[in-house]
């Protein structure tokens, strides 16, 4: 397990499912004394893996609490890796909460923290800090391009690419270190050397195309599109007409938006988030230089912005700094002069609302990727990755003039920074940052 953390000995219940009312609700307790928990209120406990209808009772006065469906799954064989029992009653609020208040009256139980339940998978071996990470993200998955890649990292993917590439550094570690070994003997030092290297030199190239790659993590936050353009140009209607709703106050007074409003949209199943921002001008006010301020700073970090102007009266947007501008014709249903190169739009009417998001979600597709192969998802796996390129260009650098335990060294030191992506070391100083983004019922 190496130095991943030992579960506590406690025994803890919490719902699995989303508060508020239901058909079903699953109440789900890990721990030694979960069978024993199971007994207590089902009566009896069902074969292993096997559903069984039972009445639940409360143990203090015998009163029916629901009928339910109850599951035994004996540890190790079980997600946690320890013995865990499940409850599928009716999703009422009153049911739920009585059957949660007797198993937590019960003598070695308590209420579990958000992530525990998947702590305690993690420490008993059953996944690894990648894979938990991964299924973080698929709880989080707002667009099926996210649930693809969430699914991806969550069954293994990003951990076997990391694992194979830890497993090849000891490979060339072993080869240089047998040069030590075999150090009286004529050549083999220099040929193992030499065979390292190539597969170290080979190593590097595929961690700097990781790197290059952002196509993960950006898919993870979302595609990101700023509103820009005058004031008044109807940036504040075009966001309420592409995310359905009322988002942004929408008045005939100039300066109305000051801060930046954000709507998250599901195009083309990829996430795509649109900033509404303040009109660009000469801002008199404090509060109004701010949000000119912000805007310019949301067109700068922005995939795409759409520069929105009077369909009646082109003007050639200022120089932004942007990845990727598209003029938009806005307030098409009262310009009546001929078409032209814009794409044109109107909050009023609908037109173009519709081609508008499929060219916004095709633009996100091409951005983002397919999400059929693993990436790096998060920042420390990135912070990570750096660290391990960082010590094979040391090493690959000096490769002829360092002796072969220092080589090995610099190769040990890339192999563990691997190793922390996956939580094989220095898992500590990230466990209750990923873990306390669950759900607690998981």
């Given amino acids: 397990m190496n130095d991943r953390l030992s579960p506590s000995r406690d025994t803890i219940a919490a719902v699995s499912t989303a508060p508020g009312r239901a058909a079903i609700a699953v109440i789900r307790v890990s721990g030694p004394a979960a069978g024993e928990a199971l007994d207590a209120l089902a009566g009896r406990r069902p074969e292993p893996r096997r559903a069984a209808l039972r009445a639940l009772r409360d143990p203090r006065d015998e009163r029916l609490i629901d009928r339910a469906l109850a599951l035994w799954f004996p540890g190790p064989a079980s997600a946690t890796?320890?013995?865990?029992?499940?409850?599928?009653?009716?999703?009422?609020?009153?049911?739920?909460?009585?059957?949660?208040?007797?198993?937590?009256?019960?003598?070695?139980?308590?209420?579990?923290?958000?992530?525990?339940?998947?702590?305690?998978?993690?420490?008993?071996?059953?996944?690894?800090?990648?894979?938990a990470e991964g299924l973080a993200d698929l709880l989080?998955?707002?667009?099926?391009?996210?649930?693809?890649?969430a699914i991806l990292q969550s069954e293994g993917a990003l951990s076997a690419?990391?694992?194979?590439?830890?497993?090849?550094?000891?490979?060339?570690?072993?080869?240089?270190e047998a040069g030590i070994d075999f150090s009286d003997e004529d050549g083999v030092p220099e040929e193992t050397r030499a065979a390292a290297r190539q597969d170290v030199e080979a190593l590097a190239q595929e961690i700097a195309?990781?790197?290059?790659?952002?196509?993960?993590?950006?898919?993870?936050?979302?595609?990101?599109?700023?509103?820009?353009?005058?004031?008044?140009?109807?940036?504040?209607?075009?966001?309420?007409?592409?995310?359905?709703r009322e988002i942004?106050?929408?008045?005939?007074?100039?300066?109305?938006?000051?801060?930046?409003?954000?709507?998250?949209?599901?195009?083309?199943?990829?996430?795509?988030?649109?900033?509404?921002?303040?009109?660009?001008?000469?801002?008199?006010?404090?509060?109004?230089?701010?949000?000119?301020?912000?805007?310019?700073?949301?067109g700068q970090a922005a995939d795409l912005v759409l520069w929105l102007e009077d369909?009646?009266?082109?003007?050639?947007?200022?120089?932004?700094?942007?990845?990727?501008?598209?003029?938009?014709?806005?307030?098409?249903?009262?310009?009546?002069?001929?078409a032209d190169d814009r794409r044109r739009v109107s909050a009023k009417t609908g037109e173009g609302l519709d081609e508008l998001a499929e060219a916004l979600g095709r633009a996100a597709s091409t951005a983002l990727g397919t999400a059929e192969a693993p990436g790096l998802t998060r920042a420390r796996h990135r912070d990570a990755l750096r660290a391990v390129a960082a010590e094979l260009d040391a090493a690959l650098g000096r490769w002829s003039a360092l002796p072969e335990e220092l080589?090995?060294?610099?190769?040990?030191?890339?192999?563990?920074?691997?190793?922390?992506?996956?939580?094989r070391i220095g898992v500590?100083?990230?466990?209750?940052?990923?873990?306390?983004?669950?759900c607690i019922g998981k």
């Fill in 407 to 423: 080589l090995a060294e610099r190769l040990r030191t890339a192999a563990a920074e691997l190793g922390r992506i996956t939580g």
């Fill in 140 to 149: 989080e998955a707002e667009t099926e391009a996210q649930r693809r890649q």
């Fill in 248 to 298: 942004a106050i929408v008045t005939e007074a100039p300066g109305t938006t000051r801060d930046v409003l954000e709507a998250r949209l599901d195009l083309g199943g990829y996430p795509v988030v649109v900033a509404d921002t303040a009109g660009l001008r000469d801002a008199q006010d404090l509060a109004e230089r701010e949000g000119v301020r912000r805007a310019e700073a949301q």
């Fill in 311 to 338: 369909a009646a009266a082109p003007q050639e947007p200022p120089a932004i700094e942007a990845r990727e501008l598209w003029r938009i014709a806005g307030k098409a249903d009262l310009a009546s002069g001929p």
């Fill in 161 to 176: 690419l990391v694992e194979g590439w830890r497993e090849r550094l000891v490979g060339a570690m072993a080869l240089v």
């Fill in 81 to 131: 890796g320890e013995d865990l029992a499940e409850l599928h009653l009716h999703g009422g609020r009153a049911v739920v909460a009585a059957a949660l208040d007797a198993l937590l009256a019960l003598p070695g139980l308590r209420a579990a923290e958000p992530g525990e339940f998947t702590r305690r998978a993690f420490a008993a071996g059953r996944l690894d800090l990648a894979e």
């Fill in 428 to 438: 500590e100083e990230v466990l209750g940052r990923v873990f306390s983004s669950f």
């Fill in 209 to 244: 195309a990781a790197l290059a790659d952002t196509r993960a993590e950006r898919l993870r936050e979302g595609f990101r599109v700023a509103l820009m353009g005058r004031p008044n140009a109807g940036k504040s209607s075009l966001l309420n007409a592409l995310a359905r």
